[in-house]
């Protein structure tokens, strides 16, 4: 078996393709076309009054290119501003509960909260009651993620 080559075939378990119906056409693929399904992930970012716009177009760029570098279909990004009174977190956690989503990516781990127990907090709610991944693109090793 091959070592996987990349986070996405590390975070889901290959599952067979299901038979198709009785009557369903079959299109080839030509060998070395095959594509394979990639799995859904969602973004999460939490900018400050002090974040220009040209700072988060940033982040969210990172954030697509990291999905799609990692073998990921970016499902959409949720962006948390501390000036309104939305949350993009519950809208986050709802799109997991509604989709097939169950990965999330967050530039670093100061996105899920300004105090250290709020992000570990928010983090162990994505991971323990919503089953998803939270993977870090830049992770702080005093934070140990």
């Known amino acids: 078996m091959n070592a996987p080559t990349s986070l996405a075939e590390l975070a889901v378990p290959a ?3 299901p038979e198709p119906a009785a009557g369903t056409a079959i ?3 030509a060998p070395g076309r095959a594509s394979r ?3 859904l992930i969602v973004g999460y970012l939490r ?3 002090h974040t ?3 700072q988060a177009d940033r982040m969210r760029r990172e954030i697509a290119e990291f999905a799609d570098r990692e073998g990921f279909t970016l499902l959409e990004i949720f962006m948390e501003m501390e000036t309104t009174a ?3 977190f519950a809208a986050l956690v709802d799109a997991l509960q509604r989709t097939e989503a169950r990965m999330v990516v967050v530039p670093a781990m100061h996105h899920l909260g300004r105090l250290p127990g709020v992000r570990h ?3 162990e709610l994505l991971e323990r009651q919503i089953g998803a991944q939270v993977l870090v693109m ?3 090793p005093e934070e140990g993620s």
């Open 121 to 123: 907090a928010l983090k």
């Open 15 to 17: 599952v067979p393709a």
């Open 138 to 140: 830049h992770p702080n």
């Open 37 to 39: 399904v990639r799995p």
């Open 52 to 54: 220009t716009a040209e």
């Open 27 to 29: 299109h080839p693929v």
């Open 47 to 49: 900018v400050s009054t």
């Open 86 to 88: 939305t949350s993009a």
